[in-house]
């Protein structure tokens, strides 16, 4: 799942810079920022789904002790 989203990433990275990241403009720079910042909004909110996740399954396996 990171990978794709990693691959994903790179790709939108890739297509914002128009495939030179030494030739940023400013806006192209804006591009890169919004893309970084929706990455890692995106991380941090698999991260907590991940967490509940983990914290729903060890309440079950305590309930069943």
Known sequence: ????IRELTMDEL?????????DLN????????MLMDRWSKSTESLSNL???MSDTSSRIVANLK
């Open 50 to 52: 991940m967490k509940k």
């Open 1 to 4: 799942m990171r990978n794709a």
């Open 26 to 33: 400013q806006m192209d720079s804006m591009k890169l920022q």
């Open 14 to 22: 890739d297509t914002a810079s128009g495939g030179d990241l030494g």
